[in-house]
């Protein structure tokens, strides 16, 4: 079972109107979690780190929060433009593993004119 | 542009054959990451070398090796190639070996196996 789950799959939303992605994890012990974009067929990029003791953090009308105690997360897109088109990944590092990250499966949004 | 390369861009090769994928980590970064994307699938994490020592393994297959040199560039072979290595592959670098340092990913090579 992955241990980093994410909701909705996929996300149809107007242009304009603001949508919210969810990330449950199950990863422990805890080092820190991380949003990333990604355009089709192009790598990730990242929109925020949150550590343990963040609880909210913000990239231009993205805002991403965390809660550590119901190892949930999430992100926050305001006022969505048609640029914002594409997989948005929850990425969750364990204090443990040097380098070794655990994936979501990536919501996948689409924004229409 | 996160300033990592890879090369090639297009891979289209056959079964059975061999491949090498190559990637020049942004200037500074001392750690380099390796990811398969297959369709529909999502990133998983082969192998990671810092400073050109094996750091950390994942669900790397054994007909798949990968080390990086001293410029610190790394290259990642594929051997043996089956239909179902076709994917995404691509590289991460960064700064240091911490759990915090951000990972900039390239623009990737698709690899078709016929």
């Known amino acids: 079972k992955n241990q980093v789950e994410q909701s909705p799959q996929s996300l149809i939303i107007l242009e304009g109107k603001n949508c919210t992605l969810q990330c449950n994890y199950t990863v422990s012990p805890f080092s820190n979690l991380r949003w990333y974009k990604q355009d089709t067929g192009r790598g990730p990029v990242s929109l925020t780190i949150m550590t343990f003791s963040e609880n909210t953090k913000s990239n231009g009308r993205y805002t991403a929060t965390l809660d550590a105690d119901t190892k949930q997360s999430s992100l926050h897109i305001t006022a969505s433009q048609l640029s914002d088109s594409a997989s948005y990944i929850c990425?969750?590092?364990?204090?443990?593993?040097?380098?070794?990250?655990?994936f979501g499966a990536g919501t996948q949004v689409v924004v229409t004119p | 542009d996160s300033g990592v390369t890879q090369t090639p861009k297009h891979l289209i090769t056959a079964t059975g054959q061999r491949v090498t994928l190559r990637c020049s980590p942004r200037s500074g970064d001392l750690s380099v990451y390796w990811y398969q994307q297959s369709l529909d699938q999502g990133l998983q994490f082969l192998i990671q070398?810092?400073?050109?020592?094996?750091?950390a393994k994942g669900n790397i297959l054994e007909r798949f090796s990968a080390q990086q040199f001293p410029d610190l560039h790394s290259e990642l072979n594929l051997s043996s190639l089956e239909l179902g290595d076709s994917a995404l592959y691509f590289c991460?670098?960064?700064?240091?070996?911490?759990?915090?340092?951000?990972?900039?990913f390239g623009p990737g090579t698709r690899l078709t196996v016929l």
């Open positions: 991460a670098s960064s700064i240091r070996d911490s759990r915090v340092n951000e990972q900039f």
């Open positions: 990425v969750v590092r364990r204090t443990d593993s040097w380098g070794k990250l655990q």
């Open positions: 070398y810092y400073n050109g020592e094996e750091r």
